[in-house]
């Protein structure tokens, strides 16, 4: 029944799409209704049309409890050297959070030199393994890559109206990043033909668009928009013709037309090597956002007002991830040839130092974060070292070194009696903004704002044992932080403080806003102390570890006293509720 649910809601956006592929005598109206119930209250009536559908598709499925995943499944081909095709739809899906299921048309002996061979799979095992896929499993977009012969896009065509799901992303695959033709000229035809009506979006370079429109070379941003309307004109409901190929260009220039406007999307040209596997990936990655629901759910429900909008979103989120992946793996060697593959989960670097860290930080450890601050300590005539030993010994779960008006000769200093006392108890040790001392020092790791060094550089720098936490302000700064590399996010200022001047408050909405987008464990910070931590902790998101306090503990006559009644307080509101 969840999944019923699910597959409602998501249904409910891709309702032209979904009439196209609708199984051969269900009645259209039928289809139809489905797309302007929304409200919760048409939740149950959904599910039981749905789970009718369900039942149309095979009778002897069943309702399993549990938890539907979003699920793309690509129709494409193998390549060996797992920078393209399947392999980089697999990685782009697992990277994106989404189930990816996979029907091969063909294997290819493909390394970063080009392409060796290729074997196309038998028309007829193209259709049994898209039968056993479709038939079993609740797949929510298609994604296609290559399809080598006339006779599998005619499978794909009849699998697809047998099978419905709610979108389809083509990838018209014809010619690799090496040069060497993919699909036979024959395909073109069908494809325009069967594929092309159906698809919900098709991202052709500039030599598939020419390809599949039989025009001249794309050589302008005008020939792309040209381009664009004139593919959008056979069938599908978007076009996005990618100018990576553009000669002359410094920017690279997307166009995304979706039958009303058109977009240049531009972002700067990343320079590498490895960019094999990119068009692969993209399309991809804008399955998994349409499986998931995000954007798109969005786009439809407000079809006729900000479609647009909402679609230039999702497309640029993609966009982005593939520019990130770049940018992480852009001198990553990967083979001898012209054209290496890159790095989805912006990981493989991590693995270059012996040391590989495995869970050396435990979420956890945010429960009670301790912040110093030089000012404070002087005000109460407390050494450094003697603060951090009192908030230690009175409960405090990590500590941060954030000295502002220090020498760096002296911050290195205090740094190595802090730790020498931290980790005497086990606590991790972190420095504020300075990578430099922290180097110097070995301290666990450091913190960083928006304006700091940037995580991957910093990352870069200490290597991957080391801990990174980034401030964090907006969901878009969450989703960054995870990008790149961090271990945490501090999130705040979330109440008003004297701590940190012209510090914009998020207050306890905006904390929540940023959990709920986050991949990685929060601590708020802000203004926290016994009075309210409480409220800051029962805003009840499982991403929230705790806080971090810096006058609360430190702008206090015992450090001791106050860390052992906040400890307290986390105490009970977390394991005593
Ligand atoms: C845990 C934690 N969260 C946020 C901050 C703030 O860092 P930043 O935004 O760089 O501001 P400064 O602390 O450097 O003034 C933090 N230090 N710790
Ligand atoms: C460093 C920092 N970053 C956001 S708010 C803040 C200051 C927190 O200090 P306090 O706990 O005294 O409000
Ligand atoms: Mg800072």
């Not at 048309?105 to 060796?116: I, L, P």
Request: glycine share 8%.
């Amino acid at each position: 029944m969840a999944y019923a649910q699910a597959l409602c809601a998501s249904i409910s956006y891709a309702s032209a799409s979904f009439n196209k592929v609708l199984p051969q005598g269900f009645p259209q109206s039928k289809g139809l209704s489905y797309f302007v119930m929304n409200s919760r209250a048409n939740q149950a009536k959904q599910a039981h049309i749905c789970a009718e559908i369900q039942r149309e598709r095979d009778p002897m499925a069943k309702d399993h409890a549990g938890i539907k995943v979003p699920h793309v499944l690509t129709v494409a081909g193998s390549d060996s050297g797992a920078g393209a095709g399947i392999q980089a739809d697999l990685k782009a899906c697992a990277a994106r959070g989404v189930y990816c299921s996979t029907v091969i048309t063909s294997v290819t002996a493909q390394n970063t030199v080009g392409v060796q061979g290729v074997n196309i799979v038998p028309e007829e095992f193209v259709a049994k393994q898209l039968k056993s896929v479709l038939s079993d499993m609740q797949v929510d977009v298609v994604k296609t890559g290559m399809l080598p012969s006339s006779g599998i896009v005619k499978v794909l065509h009849q699998s697809l109206k047998d099978f419905p799901v709610r979108g389809l992303v083509v990838d018209p695959v014809m010619v690799s990043t090496s040069g060497d033709v993919l699909a036979a000229p024959s395909v073109l035809q069908v494809f325009r033909e069967q594929l092309l009506p159906m698809a919900d979006i098709v991202t052709p370079n500039l030599k598939e668009a020419s390809a599949l429109l039989g025009s001249p070379k794309l050589e302008t941003v005008g020939d792309m928009h040209a381009a664009a309307k004139a593919l959008h004109d056979m069938g599908p409901r978007n076009v996005l013709v990618k100018g990576g190929d553009l000669p002359d260009s410094l920017d690279a220039i997307d166009i995304f037309y979706d039958g009303k406007n058109i977009f240049e999307l531009r972002s700067s040209r990343i320079k590498t090597r490895n960019t094999h596997g990119t068009g692969c990936s993209l399309a991809s990655c804008i399955a998994a956002e349409l499986a998931k629901g995000s954007s798109m759910l969005q786009a439809v429900k407000v079809k006729y007002a900000c479609n647009d909008v909402v679609l230039k979103q999702f497309t640029l989120a993609a966009k982005h991830y593939i520019e990130a992946s770049l940018d992480y793996s852009r001198d990553l060697v990967i083979g001898n040839g012209r054209q290496g593959p890159f790095d989805h989960f912006l990981r493989l670097k991590r693995n270059m130092h012996s040391t590989y860290r495995e869970n050396a930080f435990d979420p956890s450890d945010l429960f009670l974060y301790a912040v110093t601050d030089s000012r404070m300590n002087k005000k109460w005539g407390h050494s450094i070292s003697d603060a951090v030993k009192a908030a230690v010994e009175g409960g405090a779960t990590i500590v941060q070194l954030r000295e502002k008006d220090i020498e760096t000769r002296d911050f290195v200093e205090a740094a190595k009696s802090c730790l020498e006392i931290c980790r005497s108890h086990g606590v991790p040790f972190l420095i504020n903004d300075r990578v430099d001392v922290a180097l110097a020092c070995d301290a666990d790791g450091v913190h960083v704002g928006q304006s700091d060094m940037p995580v991957r550089v910093a990352r870069d720098l200490l290597g991957p044992e080391k801990i990174i936490g980034v401030s964090c302000k907006t969901p878009v700064h969450a989703e960054q932080a995870w990008v790149d590399g961090a271990d945490y996010i501090g999130c705040g200022g979330v109440f008003p403080t004297n701590t940190k001047e012209n510090n914009i408050t998020v207050g306890l909405d905006g904390l929540k806003t940023v959990c709920m987008a986050s991949k990685l464990p929060v601590v708020a910070i802000g203004g926290i102390g016994i009075l309210n931590a409480r409220s800051v902790m029962e805003i009840n998101e499982s991403q929230l570890k705790g806080v971090a306090v810096v006058s609360a503990l430190f702008d206090r006559e015992c450090v001791l006293t106050e860390t052992k009644k906040l400890h307290s307080v986390l105490m009970e509101v977390t394991y005593m509720k």
